[in-house]
């Protein structure tokens, strides 16, 4: 089987929300393939289209598990003590990747065409607080705080919830690889 069959069958076992979320995805992030290629042609080739973009971010990205159509990112100014809006705003997306972190989530930047995604790989020591429509990220090894803002309050608590869930994943297989502590006196 050729690598574009594989990716191809492997595109249609990801699940993702309606149809036209995934059109929308793949026309935000790489508009000028959608334009060749027509908007409403085979979802399993938009699909591809979308995690071959992540992998132009990301190349250890393997499986799209979550999307969203808009989101926006925040960051927590510590000396001014408020909330300061980025310029980076566009599709979010969670996919699951080959190596380690086996997980990340990315809000692609659709105004300044990447120069300032955010990529936030899902690792031990991540922390996750749900205000929807807001979920925050703290526990980052540069102390940065990061908010996540996402359009509906009932994707905003699914995406928390499957968030959550990878990180209690992330931590598991992390204490079942710390290696034991041995007491040598």
Known sequence: MSRAQSINNFVREVDLPKTSDIAAAAASVLPEIIQENGRGGD??????????????????ACRLLN????????????????WKRTETE?????????????YSLLVVDRKQRGKEDFLQPLVPGIKLTNKSPYIFISGRQDNMVFGLWLQDQDDCTR??????????????????HMPSTIDMF
């Open 159 to 176: 995406v928390y919830h499957d968030l959550s869930a990878l990180l209690s994943e992330v931590n598991k297989l992390n204490e079942e």
């Open 43 to 60: 979802i399993g080739i938009l699909k591809m289209i979308l995690l071959e973009f992540i992998k132009r971010i990301d190349p250890f």
């Open 67 to 82: 999307y969203l159509p808009r989101a926006a990112l925040y960051e927590y100014d510590s000396l001014e003590k408020k």
């Open 90 to 102: 566009g599709p979010f997306v969670v996919f699951s990747r080959i190596d380690e972190p086996f």
